[in-house]
């Protein structure tokens, strides 16, 4: 069977497994949360710009 030390290395890549796999989660998350509002932003100016020109 295991051994003490076994159990505990078995914990210990468990918890670096799903420390990793919620941090990849919540990356990916923030930078699409990030690109989309920079995408939104970008058009906001360009309607500006293009209201402001018209109105010239």
Not at 19 to 35: D, K, N, P
Request: proline share 0%; aromatic share 20%; hydrophobic share 50%.
């Amino acid at each position: 069977m295991f051994e003490f030390q076994q159990y505990l290395g078995f914990l210990l890549f468990l918890t670096i497994l799903t420390i990793g796999f919620w941090l990849m989660i919540f990356l990916v998350g923030f930078v699409q949360y990030w690109l989309g509002g920079s995408i939104i932003e970008l058009i906001k100016e360009k309607k500006a710009k293009r209201q402001q020109d018209k109105e010239e």
